[in-house]
């Protein structure tokens, strides 16, 4: 079991493509690379901290996940993993809200973990003029895993142009028999770190690292 996070990643769609450019702001960034990721019509970006590195993309027709976890460690043996995600809205689901999105990947969390679950919703919010919305959640011991490790995550969902996107940073511990508690702060500060996350338009010839976006 990789991760939570990728399992529920698809949860919108059913091999498009996009690949993600990584650029540098001057200043107090510069050693923290800015991610953007060209996925289905948008742009989305978001800033990685400096020992993540990127593991794996696999983008398809109709959803993106794209992988990052801490220098030197693996997609299948990590502590730490940033995932950015995209899915497609289906015609069953036009209407899905980042609110839902993100209700639903806490819902994969608890059915992981049911004696242990927790959940903090950090409730609604905009994020380049796009509905989001964020939530941390949380599995003391995820029952399926040979470990049975706790892992926790922070989930930006954000409602695109006719797709869901989804920026979240997850974490292992090891195995708690007890519901975690949720440090919210520590996971507002993970958040902040990830500024600036935004949705951007791609512009008619416009090529990485698209200023627009960056300089936004």
Known sequence: MRCLIFLLALICASPGLATAEETSKTGTQAANPIVISPIFGQLVMFTLPADFTTVSEQPTAETYIREAVLKGETVDQWSQMITVTGAKATPTHPDLSAQYFAAQIAAGFQKACPATFSVKPLGPTSISGEEAFVAIASCGKVDASTDKHAETALIVSIKGADSIYTVQWAERAPANAEN?????????????????????PIKPGEKPPYPSCVDE
């Open 180 to 200: 975690l508690t949720i440090d919210e702060a520590k996971w507002k500060a993970r958040l902040a770190k990830l500024a600036p996350i935004r949705i951007c």
